[in-house]
């Protein structure tokens, strides 16, 4: 063969495929592996030359990892580094999470989205917002930081609660004939301009407002274009079990695939309860439905604190919200609904407030809530948890992210352990104090659920963070270490492999990490990032 770009010498394999770890020699060229000679064959044959030759005894090659639920939207034009992702071995990330992301927009809907989730990625006042279509985001991914692209690779999902603000607005309503024939052609569009799929947050407004018929409606154009349906669905608390179930019919009647977002079973009424939720799963299966998920590795959840109210409350969008806070007597509403009934914004279940941990504000001198829950803070003032919610709403402008202290580890093992599992960190990176999951993810399956667990074993472990997940996507060409695939890979020490990043400390990088490439390029080499910018847009493949 030619002389290779760079040989990877001694290594062992997991291939991405759950096949077993084998040793081999693996080159690679002009951003593609060109070789992989296998120990058993090598004495009958030369070895692979190249420019660069990296003995990799003791580590294990696999392909890069990807992130099927990330909220890297705009941290990936904002920081070249986002050494969050590229240290862990993500060398792709599934964005437009959750129904809301910032494409496709009009001024006004732009404007709105910004609001909406400004605890996700900031406010964006350090981003040149020069897109409106998902086509423009996508081309923004490419051009990245002056033209050299951005660190890791990004996929894009359609955000349906994005589409009907668009289309529909803010109100609680079904979309007219009209609207709908609107919000059906922004998702066509979204996917031919290289959309994977399309997101919803059917717990956050004003995607929550869409009743199945809409929804099912637009996941048959997804289905025509060949993309999958990713829902964030209605309910992970009481009615979770109805929730999954609506979800699984609602994508097969609209022949169309479905991942489930984040899939977990929170807050007491589920405490072991992950079985009857595989048992559905494997029903539907068995039955032909075309069913995968992800989840993260981890108990406590991580969303907004406005997300916590009921629906009624987000009508009319933030302005109306910060309205109804304001008033005394709605406020009072909002509280009997969250504390008694149990909001549809917390699951339909009665919000506990020590359970709720503020992990990140927008207005700085709000920063002594940081890292403690709503129910310390108020402790701590002499007043109602409720109080002290609402101040925070308000003066920070909606703005707070929150930690839910809510969910079970019995369960996260048993949906772990599933076939159709994959990983997603969910990370939000926004905040002085995110969830660990965020820098974490993917070193802490291998280290805590792989190495000192053995719930999974480290090839399975890495079929679900590569192989799986491509298979998805519909990427022909990553996912796997094979010939001819692309060159996105991540070495990494078994024996050492670990999520930096606590609770305490969530911003630490992961250790046993020390290469990752994207297109055959070194991102982190030697345990440090490199300024390489090889990330660009992935788009969907017909």
Same mark, same amino acid.
């Not at 149990?342 to 359970?355: E, K, M, R």
């Given at each position: 063969?030619?002389?290779?770009?760079?040989?990877?010498?001694?290594?062992? =394999? +997991?291939?991405?495929? @759950?096949?077993?770890?084998?040793?081999?020699?693996?080159?690679?060229? *002009?951003?593609?592996?060109?070789?992989?000679?296998?120990?058993?064959?090598?004495?009958?044959?030369?070895?692979?030359?190249?420019?660069? $030759?990296? #003995?990799? $005894? *003791?580590?294990?090659?696999?392909?890069?990892?990807?992130?099927?639920?990330?909220?890297?939207?705009? +941290?990936?034009?904002?920081?070249?580094?986002?050494?969050?992702?590229a240290a862990q071995g993500v060398t792709l990330e599934v964005i437009?999470?959750?129904?809301?992301?910032?494409?496709? =927009? #009009?001024?006004?809907?732009?404007?709105?989205?910004?609001?909406?989730?400004?605890?996700?990625?900031?406010?964006?006042?350090?981003?040149?917002?020069?897109?409106?279509?998902?086509?423009?985001?996508?081309?923004? %991914?490419?051009?990245?930081?002056?033209?050299?692209?951005?660190?890791?690779?990004?996929?894009?999902?359609?955000?349906?609660?994005?589409?009907?603000?668009?289309?529909?607005?803010?109100?609680?309503?079904?979309?007219?004939?009209?609207?709908?024939?609107?919000?059906?052609?922004? =998702?066509? #569009? /979204?996917?031919?301009?290289?959309?994977?799929?399309?997101?919803?947050?059917?717990?956050?407004?004003?995607?929550?407002?869409?009743?199945?018929?809409?929804?099912?409606?637009?996941?048959? =154009?997804?289905?025509?274009?060949? /993309?999958?349906?990713?829902?964030?669905?209605?309910?992970?608390?009481?009615? +979770?079990?109805?929730?999954?179930?609506?979800?699984?019919?609602?994508?097969?009647?609209?022949?169309?695939?479905?991942?489930?977002?984040?899939?977990?079973?929170?807050? *007491?009424?589920? $405490? /072991?309860?992950?079985?009857?939720?595989?048992?559905?799963?494997?029903?539907?299966?068995?039955?032909?439905?075309?069913?995968?998920?992800?989840?993260?590795?981890?108990?406590?959840?991580?969303?907004?604190?406005?997300?916590?109210?009921?629906?009624?409350? /987000?009508?009319?969008?933030?302005?109306?919200?910060? +309205?109804?806070?304001?008033?005394?007597?709605?406020?009072?509403?909002?509280?009997?609904?969250?504390?008694?009934? @149990?909001?549809?914004?917390?699951?339909?279940?009665?919000?506990?407030?020590?359970?709720?941990?503020?992990?990140?504000?927008?207005?700085?001198?709000?920063?002594?809530?940081?890292?403690?829950?709503?129910?310390?803070?108020?402790? %701590?003032r002499g007043e109602a948890p409720w109080t002290t919610a609402r101040?925070?709403?308000?003066?920070?402008?909606?703005?707070?992210?929150?930690?839910?202290?809510?969910?079970?580890?019995?369960?996260?093992?048993?949906?772990?352990?599933?076939?159709?599992?994959?990983?997603?960190? #969910? *990370?939000?990176?926004?905040?002085?104090?995110?969830?660990?999951?965020?820098?974490?993810?993917?070193?802490?399956?291998?280290?805590?659920?792989?190495?000192?667990?053995?719930?999974?074993?480290? $090839?399975?472990c890495v079929a679900r963070l590569t192989g799986r997940p491509a298979?998805?996507?519909? %990427?022909?060409?990553?996912?796997?270490?094979?010939?001819?695939?692309?060159?996105?890979?991540?070495?990494?020490?078994?024996?050492?492999?670990?999520?930096?990043?606590?609770?305490?400390?969530?911003?630490?990088?992961?250790?046993?990490?020390?290469?990752?490439?994207?297109?055959?390029?070194?991102?982190?080499?030697?345990?440090?990032?490199?300024?390489?910018?090889?990330?660009?847009?992935?788009?969907?493949?017909?």
């Open positions: 063969m030619d002389h290779a770009d760079l040989v990877i010498q001694d290594v062992d =394999v +997991a291939d991405g495929s @759950g096949a077993p770890t084998y040793r081999a020699d693996v080159a690679v060229k *002009g951003g593609r592996i060109v070789a992989i000679v296998q120990e058993a064959a090598a004495a009958g044959c030369q070895r692979p030359r190249g420019t660069r $030759e990296l #003995d990799a $005894e *003791g580590l294990v090659l696999a392909p890069g990892f990807i992130d099927m639920h990330a909220h890297s939207d705009l +941290a990936l034009l904002r920081d070249p580094d986002h050494s969050a992702k437009g999470q959750d129904g809301l992301s910032y494409a496709p =927009v #009009d001024d006004r809907t732009l404007a709105e989205v910004r609001r909406t989730i400004t605890g996700w990625n900031g406010h964006g006042d350090d981003i040149d917002f020069t897109w409106r279509s998902v086509g423009e985001y996508l081309d923004r %991914l490419d051009h990245g930081f002056d033209g050299e692209g951005i660190a890791v690779n990004a996929a894009y999902l359609v955000p349906q609660g994005t589409v009907r603000m668009l289309a529909v607005g803010w109100e609680d309503r079904e979309a007219t004939p009209q609207e709908l024939a609107r919000m059906r052609q922004l =998702v066509a #569009d /979204g996917l031919r301009e290289g959309a994977v799929g399309m997101s919803s947050g059917l717990t956050y407004t004003p995607g929550m407002y869409a009743r199945d018929a809409e929804l099912t409606a637009l996941c048959r =154009v997804v289905a025509e274009h060949g /993309g999958y349906y990713c829902p964030h669905h209605r309910s992970y608390g009481a009615g +979770a079990l109805e929730a999954y179930e609506e979800m699984v019919t609602l994508a097969r009647e609209a022949g169309c695939p479905l991942h489930l977002a984040h899939a977990t079973m929170n807050f *007491g009424v589920n $405490e /072991g309860k992950a079985p009857d939720l595989l048992a559905l799963l494997d029903k539907a299966l068995a039955e032909g439905a075309d069913i995968t998920l992800d989840t993260y590795p981890y108990t406590p959840g991580c969303t907004t604190l406005v997300a916590m109210l009921p629906s009624w409350a /987000g009508e009319g969008g933030p302005e109306a919200v910060l +309205a109804r806070l304001r008033d005394d007597a709605t406020a009072e509403r909002v509280r009997h609904h969250m504390e008694v009934v @149990g909001a549809d914004g917390c699951h339909g279940v009665p919000i506990a407030w020590d359970t709720i941990e503020i992990s990140g504000v927008s207005e700085p001198g709000l920063g002594s809530y940081v890292g403690r829950t709503v129910q310390e803070s108020a402790d %701590l101040r925070l709403l308000v003066e920070d402008r909606l703005g707070p992210t929150i930690l839910q202290h809510v969910g079970h580890e019995e369960n996260v093992r048993a949906i772990m352990r599933h076939r159709v599992h994959t990983g997603g960190s #969910d *990370g939000i990176l926004h905040g002085s104090k995110p969830h660990p999951r965020a820098y974490g993810t993917f070193p802490h399956y291998l280290g805590r659920y792989v190495r000192e667990l053995g719930v999974l074993s480290l $090839e399975e298979a998805r996507l519909r %990427l022909p060409d990553r996912g796997l270490v094979r010939e001819g695939y692309r060159a996105d890979l991540v070495l990494f020490d078994p024996a050492t492999v670990a999520a930096g990043s606590t609770f305490a400390a969530p911003r630490t990088l992961p250790t046993g990490i020390p290469h990752v490439l994207i297109d055959g390029r070194f991102v982190v080499e030697d345990g440090r990032r490199t300024d390489v910018l090889a990330g660009r847009a992935v788009r969907r493949t017909a």
